[in-house]
T-cell receptor, first 114, second 112 residues
Framework: AQSVSQHNHHVILSEAASLELGCNYS??????LFWYVQYPGQHLQLLLK??????LVKGIKGFEAEFIKSKFSFNLRKPSVQWSDTAEYFC????????????FGQGTTLQVKP | DTAVSQTPKYLVTQMGNDKSIKCEQNLGHDTMYWYKQDSKKFLKIMFS???????INETVPNRFSPKSPDKAHLNLHINSLELGDSAVYFC???????????FGSGTRLTVV
């Protein structure tokens, strides 16, 4: 079955700390991977996406993610977080075999202390 | 201009009522979706329409009925509302899923 697993449910960091959020997926076939962010009370916004080429992708607001095919992983990183990064982060996958359905992980709540 | 707009933003209603949520996108995308986000923030797809044709229909009670009058609109009608229907419902659209979805701002439905 297609699924996405995010290891960290709740992460608390101080400003300027480095961030890495884990994401593993289970999917047969070519995958397209995404990270979305949901700020409190707002809709989901696309942070970055991977669908081919360089496995290290850069997104908005200084975020990046690395696709490691052998590990079925797509971890999100940021070298130095800010208080404004406090939000819910979702990893998601879609691919050639599921009619475009975007499957989400359960989300990680990031709390950044000023 | 809002790319994907949903109305209403908040909806409080009693059990047993029938309600509708509207969604419109001005991006020219061919595919639209409804997702449900539960109290634990988990997002699950409910329906997907491509150019007015239903292509994804997950295990959703028959009380939920999507309607797409044209490819820019996808409405969600819910009959006989139950307490468990309380959630945030997100509409989204995409041209091709590989490029990701654009989400609306969500409708917070509270059934009392």
């Amino acid at each position: 079955a297609q699924s996405v697993s995010q290891h960290n449910h709740h992460v608390i960091l101080s400003e300027a700390a480095s961030l890495e959020l884990g994401c593993n997926y289970s999917y047969g076939g070519t995958v397209n991977l995404f990270w979305y962010v949901q700020y409190p009370g707002q809709h989901l916004q696309l942070l970055l996406k991977y669908f081919s080429g360089d496995p290290l992708v850069k997104g908005i607001k200084g975020f990046e993610a690395e696709f490691i095919k052998s590990k079925f992983s797509f971890n999100l990183r940021k070298p130095s977080v800010q208080w404004s990064d406090t939000a819910e982060y979702f990893c998601a996958v879609t691919g050639s075999s599921n009619t475009g359905k975007l499957i989400f992980g359960q989300g990680t709540t990031l709390q950044v202390k000023p | 201009d809002t790319a994907v707009s949903q109305t209403p933003k908040y909806l409080v209603t009693q059990m047993g009522n029938d309600k509708s949520i509207k969604c419109e996108q001005n991006l020219g995308h061919d595919t639209m979706y409804w997702y449900k986000q539960d109290s634990k923030k988990f997002l699950k797809i409910m329906f997907s329409y491509n150019n007015k044709e239903l292509i994804i229909n997950e295990t959703v009670p028959n009380r939920f009925s999507p309607k797409s009058p044209d490819k820019a609109h996808l409405n969600l009608h819910i009959n006989s509302l139950e307490l468990g229907d309380s959630a945030v419902y997100f509409c989204a659209s995409s041209q091709e899923a590989v490029y990701g979805y654009t989400f609306g701002s969500g409708t917070r439905l509270t059934v009392v």
